[in-house]
């Protein structure tokens, strides 16, 4: 039955082609009809040798055949937000979804960031999230859905509810094709792609339900017995095409060995010990600092390394991503420079650098799984060179940043006599120099890209315009340097001004230039407190240090 | 003599021009946001004062790298990257100047032998004796002048024809009335559907090809015209269905005139004719829908008319009045469309669409394919096999065009950009024709070069 817009011209006749609406319509009927009303049960424990097995089960989804460990994760943080639900191991929220649908959906599970939309659909304005069955109950959402899916297909922008309204539902129907058991388990045939849902008739049903059934027994044995029988059903049903052992292991290792958390408390180490080591110059704690160091660069490579095995794809293709290898290059910058000055101002730069984006990185709202490119990016080899340099390019001047700030540090506390003034000032010019150059690089391979993929090799695109703009700002730093109208104290302030450029063309452009424009109606996105707080201590911080300069010197600074 | 242009290629002009250009451009970006793509290409990256300022930093730049002339060893590094940065510059600006920048649109299995340009024109034909003008229109750079009172004239066959734009809508939403107000027979009726709680109201205009019939959920909705009660029966009659299943359909007969209801079953077969009055509801026997004829225009008028949604440049639509002599005629036109005017002995089309550029060859598209990610919808490539063929030269070849393997032939260069899906897939190249491109990429070239220079030669910071 279609719903509240429900015609389309009678040319289109088959039955196939009817509207959205309908389809979402029929979904919430077919839902509540599978699903059906019964008691609520006792939570299930699931034995750690089970949680294992299942674990390294291979499933594809989102375009790609990954352990159930990712799929857990990625789910699991979809639905409520966050990877893990009240501290639990996702595979074991995922089995306990699976085994007891009914008491999970009672469960405030499904994540409703966005205030305004907690309002138009009648929840609690303090929780953020709803459950399954309230969110039926209400029928507000369904509601709201019709129009906005027609909105979309006009092909027109969507207001941030409108947006967060489809991101809920998005996560409606994730959760509805878990408590279906919508997983597809089963390898296909020999030269098919598409992998089949493990409860389609045909495949290892029985061994998918007595497994299901054995998750509900209180004797843990049964679990594990259930769980290998179900792994050799799978892989029985055509084991060339199933993963190999090694990949599934690479990944769940990669999962749960978390490289860039340990990274980053690394490199935070590295950064302490090396500062303390240029402020007091004892080797011992140069080499302990080089230590650290080096073990974070591995561990951190390794992470890079292992995302690219898995992923097949190269190092830099989402936001997360630039995240890794922005810090990854200002690591190696630095152990390349260390080599010529080792002064350990680079070192404890890009470890300080390193342990701060490692950090954002995983407490931003950012998509960390490994899924498939969008086809532009599909191996293409100029563009991925374009990417690694524009974003390697940001390493640099990242560092500059951080210099800058020593240097501004250091003139506070010593004026222009401070012993370290000019070692910091010849390596800012330098990082600087370094920068523009990659960043001039990265711009012109764009631009080659461009040509050979759009055939046009500059478009005055607002994100390749700030890239530009970022490019002649430290053009003119360095030009008005090299006249010798700045000082190293002017040098470091443009840098630290600079950096606001390069993070509005890293960062800005995408959330909010565009935003802009794509959320006409005065819906841009709100500017983080982190980032508003970041402003107002660089202002602070260069104004602090431009009064020092003007009032210290009538030359220039 | 000298002083002047020691000036113009010294640090004090190149750095303001840097920080002026990088000044701008900011605004540009911002500018965009507000007023629109095209609007910022025009007024402000296109602009003739924009391209100064940059011929402005070409003249600082070359001045400054012949001031050192003759060159020295240590100069080399400068000197490269101010070449290579003045023939970036040349490039764009040649580019700009002469290049040509389109898109091909090719269903699967037809030819193209022309390129649609991104800007529209208003074009006013006159089939007989074959005349055709086209104005630029540009309103797309002003998306927020909702009333630009453009004037354009012509002299055509049988008189001077004069079209004014006074209404122009960047995203304009379309409405349309329906009237008694009719000259012609032209049988429309107005039916009110409900069933559980959902209700809508739908026209069916019974000669209109595209709009007799409607599919409201499981039921097939029709507005049929006959002449008397004998055709009615005939179409009772037959063996074979005539309706689809699971339909209702409205039937006017013109003698004698009035309005009945056929309903049919899931195997098409019809229940039973039963009259039917404005204003009374009826049933449909199986799928239980209630239906209302709310009105019935024998002579119906259609008239179509736009509201603007915002100032985004997305589907574009204007409204114009064309006047010869003592005639005057108003219609609205969405992009793409035309209509006909009737002028005298010699009819005149005036069509509302992207302008249009002829290339010399003709590119048919012999298969378009798009392969997705394994159970996903998002694609993982794309590609068109086409012929390309230019009968001037008696060439013919079979080339296949996907992402970031263009197709080049005579300066052109023509590039997978997107597709439409459908019944039948229709490919989307990007068409490009860049002489400065040679320029921009020597430039490149040089700047490269340069730093490369400087990087092994000895730093020379104070």
Request: hydrophobic share 45%; charged share 20%.
């Amino acid at each position: 039955m279609s719903a509240n817009h429900g015609f389309c011209r009678l040319r289109v006749l088959p039955p196939s082609v009817l509207p959205p609406a309908s389809l979402v319509a029929g979904f919430l009927l077919l839902s509540i009809v599978l699903i059906g009303v019964s008691p609520v049960r006792a939570e299930t424990k699931i034995s750690t040798e089970t949680l294992e097995t299942v674990r390294h089960l291979a499933i594809q989804q989102g375009g790609r055949v990954k352990p159930l460990d990712s799929f857990a994760r990625e789910t699991i943080d979809r639905l409520t937000g966050s990877p893990v639900w009240k501290g639990q191991d996702p595979v074991e929220t995922l089995l306990s979804i699976l085994a007891e649908p009914d008491r999970w959906q009672e469960e405030p599970f499904l994540s409703v960031p966005f205030g305004p939309l907690r309002e138009a659909l009648g929840l609690d304005r303090r929780t953020k999230h709803v459950s399954y069955s309230e969110l039926i109950s209400t029928k507000k959402l369904m509601r709201m859905l019709p129009a906005i899916v027609e909105k979309q297909q006009r092909g027109e922008k969507l207001t941030m509810l409108e947006n967060e309204t489809m991101d809920l539902f998005d996560r409606f129907v994730a959760f509805t094709n878990l408590i279906k058991q919508e997983l597809n388990l089963v390898p296909p045939p020999a030269g098919e792609r598409i992998w089949l849902p493990v409860r389609q008739p045909a495949g290892p049903r029985a061994a998918w339900e007595g497994f299901i059934a054995s998750l509900k027994q209180s004797d843990p044995a049964e679990g594990i017995g259930g769980a290998r029988r179900l792994e050799q059903a799978l892989q029985a049903v055509n084991p060339p095409a199933y993963p190999a052992r090694w990949r599934l292991d690479l990944e769940v290792f990669y999962n749960r060995s978390a490289p860039f958390r340990v990274a980053r408390l690394l490199y935070l180490a590295a950064a302490i010990l090396l500062l303390l080591f240029s402020l007091k110059g004892k080797p011992k704690l140069a080499s302990a600092g080089a230590v650290f160091f080096v073990s974070a660069f591995l561990i951190h490579a390794a992470g890079i390394a292992s995302r690219v095995i898995l992923g097949g794809r190269p190092p830099v293709s989402n936001f997360y991503e630039t995240m890794l290898w922005l810090p990854f290059v200002a690591a190696v910058l630095a152990l390349i420079f260390e080599r010529i000055y080792r002064s350990g101002f680079f070192g404890f730069s890009a470890a300080l650098l390193a342990s701060i984006l490692l950090l954002l990185a995983d407490h931003l709202p950012l998509d960390s799984s490994i899924s498939p490119v969008v086809a532009v990016l599909h191996s293409n080899l100029w563009l991925t060179i374009h990417v690694l340099m524009v974003v390697g390019s940001y390493a640099p001047i990242s560092l500059a940043m951080v210099l800058a700030h020593l240097y501004g540090v250091f003139y506070l506390q010593g004026g222009e006599g401070h012993p370290s003034l000019p070692a910091v000032g010849r390596f800012l010019y330098r990082a600087v120099q370094v920068g523009v150059v990659m960043l001039a690089a990265g711009i012109m391979l764009g631009a080659v890209w461009a040509n050979a993929s759009w055939g046009r090799y500059w478009g005055w695109d607002p994100k390749e315009t700030w890239a530009l703009i970022t490019l002649l700002w430290f053009l003119a730093l360095l030009h008005g340097r090299f006249a010798g109208w700045l000082k190293g104290t002017g040098m470091a302030l443009g840098t630290i001004a600079g950096f606001f450029l390069l993070l509005m063309t890293y960062y800005g452009v995408s959330f909010y230039l565009v935003g802009l424009h794509s959320y006409a109606g005065g819906n841009a996105k709100p500017v983080p407190p982190l980032l508003i707080a970041y402003f107002a201590a660089e202002i602070l911080f260069i104004g602090t240090v431009a009064r020092k300069a003007v009032i210290g010197s009538r030359r220039p600074v | 003599m000298l002083r002047p242009f020691r000036f113009l290629g010294s640090l004090k002009v190149a750095v303001p021009t840097l920080v002026t250009i990088a000044g701008v451009l900011a605004w540009g970006t911002i500018y965009e946001a507000r007023f629109g793509t095209a609007a910022v290409q025009r007024f402000v990256y296109g602009s003739w004062w924009f391209q100064g300022i940059l011929s402005f930093l070409a003249v600082n730049l070359a001045t400054a790298a012949f001031l050192r002339y003759p060159w020295k060893r240590k100069h080399i590094p400068f000197v490269l990257a101010h070449i290579g940065i003045i023939l970036i510059l040349t490039g764009g600006i040649l580019g700009g100047r002469f290049g040509v920048q389109g898109q091909m649109i090719i269903p699967e299995g037809e030819s193209s032998d022309s390129l649609q340009l991104d800007r529209n024109v208003l074009a006013v034909l006159q089939p007989n004796p074959g005349l055709t003008r086209e104005f630029e229109t540009r309103f797309e750079t002003t998306a927020w002048d909702h009333a630009p009172h453009a004037l354009f004239e012509t002299d055509l066959e049988g008189g001077r024809l004069q079209l004014v734009v006074d209404r122009y809508f960047s995203n304009a939403d379309p409405h349309e009335e329906i009237s008694d107000a009719g000259e012609r027979d032209n049988p429309a009726i107005h039916l009110t559907l409900s069933s559980e709680g959902h209700e809508d109201d739908i026209w069916l205009l019974a000669r209109d090809r595209e709009r007799f019939g409607a599919r409201w959920g499981e039921a097939h909705v029709l507005f049929l015209e006959l002449e008397d009660e004998k055709e009615l029966k005939q179409m009772r009659s037959h063996t074979h269905p005539v309706l689809p299943p699971d339909s209702i359909v409205l039937i006017w007969l013109r003698s004698p005139d009035k309005l009945a209801v056929v309903t049919t079953g899931p195997k098409a077969v019809i229940s039973g004719v039963v009259p039917v009055k404005v204003g009374r509801p009826f049933v449909h026997p199986s799928l239980g829908y209630r239906a209302k004829v709310s009105a019935f225009y024998p002579k119906a008028r259609v008239e179509e008319f736009f509201t603007s949604r915002d100032d985004e440049v997305r589907s574009e639509a204007v409204r114009l009045t064309a006047r010869s002599g003592e005639r005057t005629v108003q219609s609205w036109l969405g992009l793409r469309e035309s209509i006909t005017l009737p002028f005298g002995k010699h009819p005149v089309i005036i069509e509302y669409r992207p302008a249009v550029r002829p290339v010399p060859f003709s590119v048919k598209l012999l298969d378009f394919r798009k392969t997705d990610y394994p159970g996903t919808e998002m694609a993982a490539a794309f590609e068109s096999d086409v012929e390309l063929s230019d009968p001037s030269r008696g060439v013919t070849f079979k080339k296949r065009i996907s992402m970031n393997n263009p197709l080049k032939y005579r300066g052109y260069s023509l590039f997978q950009s997107s597709y439409v899906q459908g019944p039948k897939e229709t490919t989307i190249l990007s068409v490009r024709n860049d002489p400065g491109v040679p320029f921009v990429y020597t430039g490149f070239l040089i700047v490269l070069a340069g730093v490369i220079t400087l990087f092994t030669s000895k730093s020379r910071m104070t």
